[in-house]
C-alpha cells in the first residue's frame, strides 16, 4: 500500500507496476481497492493495474465535506498524474462506475475503454435514499450491529458469498462520524442516460443476475446507452459485488475484453 496527497487528501492505493497498459479499478460504496484482489491477481502480468480507496474509504483520508462523483473522478485523475498514467482503461463497480462514468465524459482523451461492473447511469431511488438514511442514522447512534451488518451484506454481497465476515468486521472498525458525506455524493448524483452517447470508448457491462442494490434491467439499460458498448456479460447466481463472488466469469470477460482493445494503448 502506498498514499499520495491528491487534491489536498491522503489517498491509499497499490500500482502492480509493469509495462502493460494501465488499468485503474474503483471500487463501490463501503468497499475498498481490494475488492478487487481476484481480478489484479489475474492481471497483472499482462497490465499495470492500479487500485485506490476513494475519499472516505478503505485506508484513504475521510470525506469531510460535501463532494460529487465528479470530484472523484478528479481524485482519479490526479492520482494517475501523480503516477505518470497518460491514458488507462477504467474498471469501476457500483460507484467505481458512477465515477468511470463521468471521467469519460470529462476526459474521453484519458479513457482507453470501460469495464463496467454492477453499476448503473441513473439516480438514486426514493426508497433507497431512505433506506440508507434510516440505517446511517441507527449506525451513527447506535453503531454498526451484527444485524445491520448481515442487512448491508444482504445488499452489497452475493447469495452464500464467503467474505461475508471479513467485509463486515472492516464496516464496524470504521468510525461512522463522516458517512454522510459518502451517502451525499451517492444520494444526489444525477441521471446521465442522456449522455451516454457522448461516451464513444469501447465499454463492456458485467452484472449479476440476482443484484439487490442496482436490478439487472438498470444494468441492461446502461449497456443499451453507451455508444459503443460490445456486450452485458450476465453472472448467473451473482449479487451486486460480482467480481468477488464470481471472480472467473467476471476475470474471464474483463481479460478478454481489455486484450481485445490493449493495442490501442501503444499507439
Not at 470501460?114 to 441507527?138: C, K, R, S, W, Y
Request: proline residues 4%.
Amino acid at each position: 500500500m502506498a498514499i499520495a496527497t491528491v487534491n489536498g487528501r491522503r489517498i491509499a492505493y497499490e500500482d502492480s507496476g509493469g509495462q502493460g497498459p494501465a488499468v485503474i479499478f474503483s471500487h463501490g460504496l463501503l468497499m475498498d481497492r481490494e475488492m478487487f484482489a481476484p481480478q489484479i491477481e489475474a492481471l497483472r502480468g499482462e497490465f499495470r493495474c492500479v487500485a485506490w480507496d476513494a475519499r472516505g474509504h478503505g485506508e484513504s483520508d475521510d470525506a469531510l465535506e460535501p463532494f460529487t462523483y465528479w470530484d472523484s473522478a478528479e481524485d482519479m485523475f490526479a492520482l494517475a498524474g501523480q503516477l505518470g498514467i497518460e491514458r488507462a482503461f477504467l474498471v469501476g463497480m457500483s460507484q467505481g462506475g458512477f465515477l468511470s462514468l463521468r471521467a469519460a465524459l470529462r476526459r474521453p482523451d484519458f479513457v482507453l475503454g470501460l469495464g463496467l461492473i454492477d453499476t448503473q447511469a441513473g439516480e438514486e431511488e426514493p426508497e433507497m435514499v431512505q433506506q440508507n438514511e434510516a440505517m446511517a442514522h441507527v449506525v451513527k447512534e447506535h453503531g454498526l450491529g451484527d444485524e445491520l451488518a448481515e442487512i448491508i451484506a444482504a445488499l452489497i454481497m452475493s447469495p452464500g458469498y464467503v467474505g461475508n465476515a471479513h467485509w463486515m468486521a472492516k464496516w464496524q472498525a470504521r468510525d461512522p462520524e463522516h458517512t454522510d458525506m459518502i451517502l451525499t455524493a451517492l444520494h444526489n448524483r444525477e441521471d446521465i442516460h442522456d449522455r451516454l452517447g457522448e461516451i464513444t470508448q469501447p465499454a463492456l457491462v458485467i452484472h449479476g443476475d440476482v443484484d439487490a442494490a442496482i436490478p439487472l434491467e438498470k444494468g441492461q439499460a446502461l449497456a443499451d446507452g453507451l455508444a459503443n458498448c460490445e456486450e452485458l456479460v450476465v453472472v448467473p447466481g451473482a449479487g451486486h459485488a460480482s467480481n468477488l463472488s464470481h471472480p472467473e466469469p467476471v476475470n474471464a470477460a474483463l481479460a478478454g475484453f481489455l486484450r481485445r482493445h490493449a493495442s490501442v494503448a501503444a499507439r
